[in-house]
């Protein structure tokens, strides 16, 4: 199958028992074993359930993986690839990744021995300076939350090969739609479902996808352990959102190019951040490894801090919202939203300024979203 067809068909027959195209919802904890020791591959929700198992062979094929391990959550799939580390080994990370994320990294995993050293990803040398004899895994996110920070992946699959680290890839904001990051040699592919891959702000979910077993089975031991895992009806919703993906992102980053350089041609603003702008600074990178630049667009008002919140407290259409990655536009004031939890002095090191705005372009007419953003920056 080529990749379109993939994303609506793979992994999907219609139901054997009805003919239903629609995958049925198996809305069940418990399932009755033919006799002793012999079942029909499923014995209890928490191991497995056949809606999910179809959700994860579905997006393992779209990721061009051989295994998917779905997660109650973005950060539960986080925590499960975390679980792969023991107490004393050492992280090297992306600095701009989400709040979440380095939330849970520092006020979480940090007390039960793990340490993270956070460098800018996309300098590789910066990358290479921070391992140490401890270190176990590159946690990489491209493009990067908030700042849209691209990571040569191949570069950094080059040093965890040669030092024998785990790479693992945040590739939420891009999606299999526009780049797979198993093809640059990454062993872990993660991804938060409750974003692009759903796509309708309906659920909450994680994904990791891998091609190595030995990954794979501890994945499926964790997610068996710990027991964060999906209700077989997001499950299905996820599905049903997936069918448009490549639909949903192609209009997303239409959209998101003529809004990034709708801004980035504005008086009033003073610093646009697209990877599908020639003035981003990894626009190279991302031309050579994205086969597009997805929905995802920073900016910064000559005003500061007053004008940004002026912008994002007038917007009609733009919701003023913490998630991303759905059909509706929104709008997000990082340092008090998703990042609130990162200190201010951190967050100002890392480049993530007070007054910086995040923008989710969704799939509606352009035009409403440049209406509505130029009416807001009047006021600003």
């Known amino acids: 199958m080529k990749f379109d067809t993939k994303v609506v068909r793979a992994g999907i027959k219609p139901d054997p028992a009805t003919g239903s195209i629609v995958p049925p919802i198996y809305e069940t904890a418990t399932y009755v074993l033919d006799e002793v020791g012999r079942d029909k591959g499923f014995d209890y929700t928490r191991s497995a359930n056949p809606t999910r198992k179809l959700l994860e062979d579905n997006l393992a094929a779209i990721e061009g993986g051989k295994y998917g391990v779905s997660f109650a959550s973005g950060m539960a799939a986080v925590d499960g690839c975390m679980k792969l580390l023991s107490a004393g080994d050492h992280v090297v990370c992306s600095d701009d990744v989400y709040g979440g994320v380095s939330r849970h990294f520092n006020n979480v995993l940090a007390r039960y021995g793990m340490s ?50 785990y790479l693992s890839v945040d590739s939420t904001f891009a999606t299999p739609v526009f780049l797979r990051p198993l093809e640059y040699g990454a062993d872990i592919v993660m991804h938060s479902t409750t974003k692009y891959l759903s796509g309708h702000n309906q659920l909450i979910g994680g994904l990791v996808v891998t091609n190595r077993k030995d990954i794979y089975d501890e994945m499926k031991f964790i997610q068996k352990t710990i027991g964060a895992v999906p209700s077989p009806f997001d499950c299905w919703l996820t599905l049903l959102g ?42 190279e990178i991302a031309k050579a490894q994205m086969s597009g630049f997805s929905g995802m667009i920073s900016f910064e008002l000559k005003g500061g801090l007053p004008a940004g919140k002026t912008v994002m407290n007038n917007v009609k259409l733009c919701a003023l919202a913490e998630s991303l990655g759905a059909v509706e536009t929104m709008i997000t004031h990082p340092a008090t939203m998703t990042h609130a939890d990162v200190p201010a002095q951190e967050r100002q090191a890392r480049g993530l300024a007070d007054g910086l705005v995040r923008l989710s372009v969704g799939i509606e007419d352009v035009d409403d979203i440049l209406a509505d953003l130029e009416q807001a920056l009047r006021k600003a």
């Open 116 to 165: 993270f050293t956070y460098v800018d990803s996309s300098d590789t040398n910066a990358v290479r300076e921070a391992i140490g004899p401890e270190t176990k895994m590159l946690w990489i996110e491209t493009p990067t939350n908030p700042l849209l920070k691209v990571t040569d992946l191949q570069a950094m699959a080059t040093i965890a090969k040669e030092r024998d680290l």
């Open 242 to 283: 997936v069918k448009t993906l490549h639909l949903r992102m192609q209009r997303h980053a239409a959209s998101a190019q003529r809004v990034a350089e709708y801004l980035e041609s504005h008086p009033k603003v003073a610093r646009v951040t697209y990877p599908g702008l020639p003035s981003h600074p990894q626009y």
